[in-house]
T-cell receptor, first 115, second 113 residues
Framework: KAGVTQTPRYLIKTRGQQVTLSCSPI?????VSWYQQTPGQGLQFLFE???????NKGNFPGRFSGRQFSNSRSEMNVSTLELGDSALYLC??????????????FGPGTRLTVT | AQSVTQLGSHVSVSEGALVLLRCNYSSSVPPYLFWYVQYPNQGLQLLLK??????LVKGINGFEAEFKKSETSFHLTKPSAHTSDAAEYFC???????????FGSGTRLSIRP
């Protein structure tokens, strides 16, 4: 079974621009979560989608948004990029089943650099 | 609210020695607990998870962790370190919905030859 895929893997943007990152979950997984990883702040939860609905959200400004499609693929968007948005953005998918399938499987991440 | 504290941002052990990475959690509800490993320039890989079944959890690559409610701890151990264990390790906690996972700050494990 294919793992979580994220595209693109690397991205360079300029301050003020916007960016869209994509995540394809493991087949059959209905939950997709997004995390931001930086050396200073570590791993921080952005939001989680389940069956196209945002079910949980972290403490990030409204510039960070996301969505999930009917095939469970997810996108996150960051508008008006700031230098501090430079980070590794990780996507994770989960089966979310009552049989204990709550662990999240992570993709390789998208490395975003804002200049 | 939930949180995780990992004691020691960097741990160094000799090859063949015991690995012990410490994690304490705080949770107002019964938690799920996880240990993940991250190799350079890669995503996170699940090592093991605690979901209220056995308190001693065995994971991949010879790692195991014990859930101790009285100590609010979930320390990760491996009897004999291997050079391939060098990586960053993250402890994490969630509630039973697991829709939001809170990660610790990570512990970088180095292995001395």
């Amino acid at each position: 079974k294919a793992g979580v895929t994220q595209t693109p893997r690397y991205l360079i943007k300029t301050r003020g621009q916007q960016v869209t990152l994509s995540c394809s979950p493991i087949s059959g997984h209905r939950s997709v979560s997004w995390y931001q990883q930086t050396p200073g702040q570590g791993l921080q939860f952005l939001f989680e989608y389940f069956s196209e609905t945002q079910r949980n959200k972290g403490n990030f400004p409204g510039r960070f948004s996301g969505r999930q499609f009917s095939n469970s693929r997810s996108e996150m968007n960051v508008s008006t990029l700031e230098l501090g948005d430079s980070a590794l953005y990780l996507c994770a998918s989960s089966l979310q089943s009552g049989t204990g399938g709550y662990e999240q499987y992570f993709g390789p991440g998208t490395r975003l650099t804002v200049t | 609210a939930q949180s995780v504290t990992q004691l020691g941002s960097h741990v160094s052990v000799s090859e063949g020695a015991l690995v012990l990475l410490r994690c304490n959690y705080s949770s107002s509800v019964p938690p799920y607990l996880f240990w993940y490993v991250q190799y350079p320039n890669q995503g996170l890989q699940l090592l093991l998870k605690y979901t209220s079944a056995a308190t001693l959890v065995k994971g991949i690559n010879g790692f195991e962790a014990e859930f101790k409610k009285s100590e609010t701890s979930f320390h990760l151990t491996k009897p004999s370190a291997h050079t391939s264990d060098a990586a960053e390790y993250f402890c994490a906690v969630s509630d039973r919905s697991a829709s939001k996972i809170i990660f610790g700050s990570g512990t970088r494990l180095s292995i001395r030859p």
